[in-house]
């Protein structure tokens, strides 16, 4: 079946500190991911994609993933985070032809003066 | 250019009442997408129309229906309502349907509250 998995349902940083989030893929999603991020009363905003090629992705606001396939992960990292970036993350994936996207089940990051 | 609009944005419902939901994609975007968000759930797939044709369907009961006009405006609809219908449903359009070079973009979302 198909599966996005996200290993932590809440992280807390402080400012300035480098994050990763955590996501696990089942291999009949693999064809293409998303990571999207959600702040309060709002919807989701794309934050980075992976199709092929490079395994590093770079996305806005200077999240960047890496996608690794022997692992089926697709891990979200930040160098250094910002107050602003307190919001809630979801890594998706699906398949052509299907149509819609299958999302982990979030990762609230927090972020502490 | 605008993005998803979603309307309303807030709806209070009685249980055994049926509720419309509406989305107006991103200009020149044929495909809309509906997903229900709840804290026990997540997000979970309702339905993607394309060019008026509902092209794939998640599990939800035949009280979840939905269409698409020929504007690509889409709405979406619940028959009698039950408290867990409860939730944040959020639209999304992209250009031909989800897929490797057509991303979803969201609307900010309509939360239907049943009472």
């Known amino acids: 079946a198909q599966s996005v998995t996200q290993l932590d349902s809440q992280v807390p940083v402080f400012e300035e500190a480098p994050v990763e989030l955590r996501c696990n893929y089942s291999?009949?999603?693999?064809?293409?991911l998303f990571w999207y991020v959600q702040y309060p009363n709002q919807g989701l905003q794309l934050l980075l994609k992976y199709l092929s090629g490079s395994t590093l992705v770079k996305g806005i606001n200077g999240f960047e993933a890496e996608f690794n396939k022997s692992q089926t992960s697709f891990h979200l990292r930040k160098p250094s985070v910002h107050i602003s970036d307190t919001a809630e993350y979801f890594c998706a994936g699906g398949m052509d032809s299907s149509y819609k996207l299958i999302f982990g089940s979030g990762t609230r990051l927090l972020v502490r003066p | 250019k605008a993005g998803v609009t979603q309307t309303p944005r807030y709806l209070i419902k009685t249980r055994g009442q049926q509720v419309t939901l509406s989305c107006s994609p991103i200009?020149?975007?044929?495909?809309v997408s509906w997903y229900q968000q709840t804290p026990g759930q997540g997000l979970q797939f309702l339905f993607e129309?394309?060019?008026?044709?509902?092209?794939n369907k998640g599990n939800f009961p035949g009280r979840f229906s939905g269409r698409q006009f020929s504007n690509s405006r889409s709405e979406m609809n619940v028959s009698t309502l039950e408290l867990g219908d409860s939730a944040l449903y959020l639209c999304?359009?992209?250009?031909?349907?989800?897929?490797?070079?057509?991303?979803?973009?969201f609307g900010n979302g309509t939360r239907l509250t049943v009472t």
């Open positions: 999304a359009s992209s250009l031909a349907g989800t897929s490797r070079n057509s991303p979803l973009h």
């Open positions: 129309y394309f060019s008026e044709t509902q092209r």
């Open positions: 200009s020149g975007h044929r495909s």
């Open positions: 291999s009949s999603v693999s064809v293409y």
